[in-house]
């Protein structure tokens, strides 16, 4: 049955369009040509109804074809309607609920991005997460990836949907990401190693709603709104004994305004919550053996602890180093490596200190001004929470890129990971605004901090690229 999913796209528009030739047609353009195609494919397409009925499985291929030539003329609308009627035919020759028909709901959620139809791509993807459900059959990870991608177009919607969904859409995401660890839990048991890569994203999640609730803008108060709608207003009080009387939902005349300590996080007991899971993590990799992976998951609790300011986290990165020359790195190797300040948290969790210097090379991009420059860039998930970062797997997702706004500047980062001292060097826009959102957000961010000789060091005027992303409306 899977056969039905291997459309001869190509083949089929050459062998239709065989009459077509060079020295038949020899000024016909692009567009004329695949109006040719188009006729030809419709033309077998009723054929092969004539002969079988409107769902026979023989359709699937001629309709592919001209979804391909649909795409080709950029008429997208066209491309649905066909997709639909092969999804159709599918159900009925496959049953609702077989697992080929996943492959061509994500061909249709692929579509509905190109549309822009944003509440149709949360309906598909909750239909893939029912057929993976459905078609279990002992494996969870294909379900867990269906939530995952459900959790990610939450926070991609973040960007591109209207503002009145905003915060529905980011706890939304923490929610998945609890299914996530519930469902992986039952499959695979605490202490699994298979549960680190689940583990490490809602770690991850958890700080992107930090970030949020504290990034100032509207989207923070709408998103501090929900929380307390969800959680009540604890879970956003000061983590410390004495906040704990200082109020609160039962004796506050306002019970949502949280009780906070001078330059305290709103939410942070989320962050704590995601310290824990990555304790979980090195406790994983110490039981394994992995010393390598160890090192890792180490240097990933240590970005946690200076996220909820706990210092510098010189501890916990010197036990890091330690753990990477005992796993063989050279010590050049581990020098480089933490010799330039990075933002925190990384993106990916990765067990491979190979891989994690590939990733930071990678956050390198070259200057506007001098492309012979590489600086360090970050570009926010959204104008109204700069701080919050827009995950780099978006565009290799969801298939489109969004134009950017390019502010310049140079930083001061601290010994502790923080950000102080920005000063504008260039801009793609001449928008103020711009600049100034920049500037301001920019003092969010937190980085892991460059050491010299296993000493955490202040680094004056770093380079950094800021970029807001445009939403498509």
């Known amino acids: 049955m899977r056969a039905l999913l291997i459309f001869c796209t190509v083949g089929l528009v050459a062998a239709l369009s065989g009459a077509v030739l060079p020295a038949e047609q020899p000024k016909l353009n692009k567009s004329q040509t695949v109006n040719r195609q188009m006729a030809l494919v419709q033309a077998r397409i009723t054929e092969v109804e004539s002969e079988s009925g409107p769902y026979a499985s023989g359709l699937l291929e001629p309709l592919q074809a001209l979804s391909e030539l649909y795409l080709t003329a950029q008429d997208f609308e066209a491309v649905a309607d066909v997709q639909s009627r092969q999804l159709q035919i599918m159900r009925a020759e496959l049953g609702l609920d077989h697992p080929d028909n996943i492959a061509m709901v994500n061909a249709i959620i692929v579509n509905n991005i190109r549309m822009h139809e944003w509440t149709e791509v949360s309906d598909n993807l909750e239909h893939i997460r029912y057929l993976e459900s459905a078609n279990g059959q002992g494996d969870i990870e294909p379900l867990l990836h269906a939530i995952d991608a459900q959790a990610s177009w939450s926070l991609a919607q973040i960007a591109v949907a209207g503002p009145r969904m905003r915060a529905r859409n980011l706890l939304d995401a923490r929610e998945s990401y609890d299914d996530i660890k519930d469902l992986a839990q039952d499959a695979f048991g605490e202490d699994s190693l298979a549960m680190v890569p689940w583990l490490y994203k809602r770690a991850l999640n958890l700080h992107q709603v930090v970030s949020v609730l504290n990034s100032g803008g509207g989207l923070a108060g709408d998103a501090m709104d929900r929380v307390i709608q969800m959680d009540g207003v604890a879970r956003l009080q000061t983590y410390n004994a004495r906040s704990r009387f200082a109020g609160g939902a039962f004796f506050d005349r306002n019970p949502r305004i949280p009780v906070l300590d001078a330059d305290s996080l709103i939410g942070e007991y989320y962050l704590r919550d995601a310290l824990l899971e990555l304790k979980t993590i090195t406790e994983i990799y110490e039981q394994s053996g992995d010393i390598e992976a160890q090192a890792m998951a180490t240097i990933y609790y240590g970005d946690f602890r200076v996220l909820l300011g706990f210092g510098s986290g010189r501890k916990t990165y010197r036990e890091a180093m330690d753990l990477l020359r005992e796993a063989g790195i050279a010590e050049n190797r581990i020098s480089q490596f933490f010799d330039v300040p990075q933002i925190i948290p990384v993106e990916d969790f990765t067990a491979s200190f ?120």
């Open 354 to 473: 190979a891989q994690a210097e590939i990733a930071k090379n990678a956050a390198l991009v070259p200057s506007i001004s001098d492309e012979s420059l590489l600086i360090a860039q970050f570009t926010a998930l959204e104008e109204d929470a700069g701080n919050v970062g827009m995950p780099a797997s978006f565009t290799n997702r969801w298939g489109f890129k969004l134009p950017e706004d390019v502010v310049e500047m140079t930083i001061n980062v601290s010994s502790t990971g923080g950000v102080s001292s920005a000063k504008f060097l260039t801009a793609s826009s001449h928008e103020k605004s711009i600049r100034h959102k920049a500037l301001r957000s920019v003092r969010g961010l937190k980085f892991r901090p460059r050491f010299e000789e296993a000493n955490a060091v202040h680094v004056r005027e770093m380079k950094l690229s800021y970029r807001f992303e445009e939403a498509p409306r």
